[in-house]
């Protein structure tokens, strides 16, 4: 698989993934130093192929070849929270099929301090190269798991002590009303029909964040980042 962009591809140098780098020909001189320095073999090529490969221009003069990338295992999720002693954070998407959204999502979650991030397999876009150049790097730090039913799931997390809060923008209870300190997972739904009606009944509690402005609904990695944020602040406290 190809990604590009240079955080991911220096994310990916860092962990040992990548098996070539195609590098922009006039590119500046310090980074084809800093790309020596993980003796990965480099192939000068003009910007216009690169273009041409990834039928973009925002690889920024680099694109690496690697393994195709992968979803981890929920317990990887868990795992992690175990290593940083915290109660699990976890992000649940329902339909989110916009790559760009997704890959937003995921950053916002490695960023902000979530463990993971769940999706369901029918319905959600897929590990590719611009997830990869979208999340800027976070898909090698944060466990990316793949349920085939997310409704079951819900219940499967709530068997093990996890809560369950959906965004919604007409529920009543607002971000700052959540007990946060609890095992929980977020559930954000698609931009356009939000949560499908079984992963909404299935929630524990649906809450929504205070709009202020005449527009009534947010971008859902926006959304996302919010909540994130607002969990992770919540506990520290």
Known sequence: MLIYGRNPVFEALRNGEVLEVLVAKGIEPRVVRELEEYNIPLKFMPRIELDQMVGSTQHQGLIAEVADLHFSDVDDIFDLAEEKGEQVLMVLLDGITDPRNFGAIIR????????????EE?????LSAVVAKTAAGATAYLPIAQVKNM?????QLKEHGVWVYGAAG????GVAQVDYARPLALVIGSEGDGMRRLVREKCDELISIPIQGKIQSLNASVAASILIYQAVQSRSK
């Not at 029918?122 to 897929?126: N, T, V």
């Not at 409704?151 to 219940?155: H, L, P, S, T, V």
């Open 108 to 119: 916002s979650a490695e960023v902000l301090g979530a463990h993971g991030v769940v999706v």
């Open 122 to 126: 029918r319905r959600s876009a897929p």
């Open 151 to 155: 409704a079951r799931f819900i219940d």
């Open 170 to 173: 007409e529920a009543r209870m």
